[in-house]
């Protein structure tokens, strides 16, 4: 297993120096660079612009440098913590990432914890229930989850959760709260509202997890040793969780991999309607804005949890399955 | 009692991913100043490229005895053990390719004093493979699924199965 460790390791590095290096190449793609967008935008709402003031400012953030001389510092830059600076709010990134994240992580945690509570047990009754009445309405449930598009979901439960049970339209807090320092207070209200956004975000993934275990656990039901193990007069709770539920977890493990970044990145276009103070809007404006280190540090982030993700579920996959597949085979 | 090595031409692959991966994290942290975040993240990952480049050279000159009555392996230390007191036998398969092709295998005997361990590198992995096996049927030691399937891909017949 360690041998696998290192060689899935030495996979990942240049995996990621090659994502680093597309990301900022991307970034770089458009005309120009943030302060010609500032200069322009500037320009359009009829105000002057000090070019000698620019031109300092162009030297102050490197962006006089050449793009691989930019590349590197920003790399190097990223390793000793220092993820560049935000041209749209003046600040580190860090400093403007800040809250958010935490956010953010609370909002995604809370959704990947709801998806695989309700989609667990629905998907086992399910498979062990199949074409029963029960069944048919639950996948009817789930299509309907699957089909509903979040952001349609977010204004009628922002709706139904303001007119019974009196939670504010949007955010993810009452106002009072929204630059007050954390207490229980401010706790409690965030998971007062944390309902609202779990559901929606959660709605669609969790009909997707319940159709791909059914299918899974009703493939293992099929099998022979399940059939002979429930001949032999085996309980069938014992027969059901002993192998065909644990093989059939295997997109559970799999998931892990994509899990990790959708717990920063948090649900973009919900997270506008629904007015939420996650990261998901803010990589969006500072894609829109051409700022360009708060937009690729944060997408590069996205995709070191990606890459990390995968390597985990892989780790996982290899711990609890270590087989061959008969059509490939060792060469070693 | 036959005498088992890892070949010279097969350990060159893991000295030069050692060796790699030890540079790729290791000039980064040189380069950084000490006590920065890059120590937290390239530092383990170096100490970890090293433990497998002296791992490498290990096994490189390790020395796997197989008799009849025993196996064992001589490298930094000696590792004995009696097949007769072979309690558990584990063959995993691993590879870091999506299809699960090119990758190697991992055969684990454990024994009342310790495990012991044997890459599908090693020169005559095959007849330690069989006598594994062998034993384990003969012992009525029970193997989990994996490592039934991986001993068929070597043409052993399935032995009991784990319930």
């Given at each position: 297993?360690?041998?696998y ?8 590095i240049?995996t ?21 967008t500032?200069i ?6 009829g ?11 162009r030297?102050q953030?490197?962006?006089d440098?050449s793009p691989?001389v930019?590349?590197?510092?920003w790399?190097f ?7 560049g ?5 003046q600040l ?9 994240m935490?956010?953010?992580v609370?909002v ?7 998806t ?28 309907l ?8 979901l ?10 019974y ?21 401010k706790?409690?209200?965030v998971l ?11 709605a ?27 001949a032999?007069?085996?309980g069938?709770?014992r027969?059901?969780?002993k ?7 295997n ?12 717990i ?13 103070p ?15 280190y ?7 982030f996205?995709?070191v ?13 290899a ?7 008969l059509?490939g085979?060792?060469?070693? | 009692?036959?005498?088992?090595r890892?070949?010279?031409?097969a ?12 540079a ?7 380069l950084?100043?000490p006590?920065s ?6 530092g383990?990952l170096?100490l ?6 002296a ?9 796997v ?14 590792q004995?053990?009696?097949?007769s007191?072979?309690?558990e ?13 090119q990758?190697w ?16 590198t ?11 096996h062998?034993?384990?049927r003969?012992k009525?030691i ?21 319930e």
């Amino acid at each position: 297993m360690f041998g696998y460790v290192v060689h899935r390791l030495l996979v990942m590095i240049p995996t990621l120096l090659a994502i680093s290096a597309i990301t900022f190449l991307i970034m770089q793609l458009p005309p120009g660079d943030f302060l010609s967008t500032h200069i322009a935008e500037l320009q359009s709402q009829g105000e002057s612009v000090d070019m000698a003031k620019i031109e300092f400012l162009r030297q102050q953030y490197g962006l006089d440098h050449s793009p691989v001389v930019q590349y590197f510092h920003w790399i190097f830059g990223m390793l000793q913590g220092d993820f560049g600076y935000s041209f749209e709010f003046q600040l580190p990134v860090t400093k403007v990432v800040g809250d958010k994240m935490w956010l953010t992580v609370i909002v995604s945690v809370a959704t990947i914890l709801f998806t695989w509570i309700v989609s667990f047990p629905i998907a086992i009754y399910s498979a062990t229930h199949q074409y029963s009445w029960g069944d048919h309405g639950l996948t009817l449930i789930g299509f309907l989850g699957l089909a509903t598009p979040n952001f349609l979901l977010a204004l009628v439960l922002l709706y139904f959760a303001n007119a019974y049970f009196g939670i504010s339209i949007g955010g993810l807090m009452d106002d009072r709260f929204l630059d007050a320092p954390w207490s229980w207070e401010k706790m409690r209200s965030v998971l007062a509202h944390l309902w609202v956004p779990t559901l929606v975000i959660g709605a669609s993934g969790t009909a997707g997890m319940i159709r791909r275990l059914r299918a899974n656990l009703l493939d293992e039901l099929q099998k022979q040793y399940y059939v002979t193990a429930r001949a032999k007069g085996m309980g069938p709770f014992r027969a059901l969780v002993k192998y065909p539920l644990r093989m059939s977890l295997n997109p559970f493990i799999s998931d892990i991999g994509s899990i990790l970044p959708s717990i920063i990145s948090g649900a973009a276009v919900v997270s506008i309607v629904m007015n939420l103070p996650t990261t998901g809007p803010m990589l969006l404006r500072a894609l829109q804005a051409q700022d360009t280190y708060l937009a690729g540090s944060f997408l590069m982030f996205l995709a070191v949890l990606t890459v990390v993700g995968v390597f985990l579920s892989d780790l996982a996959l290899a711990a609890l399955d270590p087989r061959i597949r008969l059509e490939g085979g060792s060469s070693r | 009692m036959t005498e088992l090595r890892y070949p010279t031409q097969a350990m060159m692959g893991d000295y030069v991913r050692a060796a790699f991966g030890l540079a790729l994290t290791g000039t980064p942290l040189l380069l950084s100043p000490p006590g920065s975040a890059a120590t937290y993240i390239l530092g383990p990952l170096a100490l970890l490229f090293a433990v497998f480049g002296a791992r490498t050279a290990l096994r490189h000159r390790t020395v796997v005895e197989v008799e009849d009555q025993k196996v064992a392996t001589n490298g930094l230390w000696r590792q004995e053990l009696r097949w007769s007191e072979l309690i558990e036998v584990k063959l995993s398969y691993f590879s870091t390719k999506r299809d699960r092709t090119q990758g190697w295998m991992q055969l684990m005997l454990r024994g009342p004093t310790g495990k012991l361990r044997f890459d599908s590198t090693l020169d005559g992995f095959p007849d330690v493979a069989r006598r594994a096996h062998m034993t384990a049927r003969a012992k009525g030691i029970e193997l989990s699924e994996a490592t039934i399937s991986n001993f068929a891909s070597l043409g052993f017949e399935p032995a009991k199965a784990k319930e």
